[in-house]
């Protein structure tokens, strides 16, 4: 089992910037994959961001080109997010997934982009 704790969300003007931080502990060693998704009042939850073991990463059109996802550490997972709009509004969660196929999920952080 993967416990996540996020932080790092907060209200930014449109065109700002925010880094997420996911800390994790447990089996980290255990990890094939982690991501960012995010959830909007109304909306399913979508991802945002996926990075596997061996480096694959992936970002949904919506943000490619302006977030950038990364796992400094084999504890920390970052998301670097740039340009945000009022549409990047939601509350943005940690997911990983083990070897085995156990899946985590953080309790997630209100990132609300709005002037």
């Known amino acids: 089992q993967v416990q996540l704790v996020e932080s790092g969300g907060d209200l930014v003007q449109p065109g700002g910037s925010l880094r997420l931080s996911c800390a994790s502990s447990g089996n980290t060693a255990g990890i094939a994959i982690m991501a960012w998704y995010r959830q909007a009042p109304g909306n399913q939850r979508e991802l945002v961001a996926r990075?596997?073991?061996?480096?694959?990463i992936t970002y949904s059109d919506a943000v490619k080109g302006r977030f950038d996802i990364s796992r400094d550490t084999q504890y920390t997972l970052t998301l670097k997010m740039t340009s945000l709009k009022p549409e990047d509004t939601a509350v943005y969660y940690c997911y990983a997934q083990t070897l085995s196929g156990v899946q985590s999920w953080g309790q997630g952080t209100q990132v609300t982009v709005s002037s």
């Open positions: 990075l596997r073991v061996g480096g694959e």
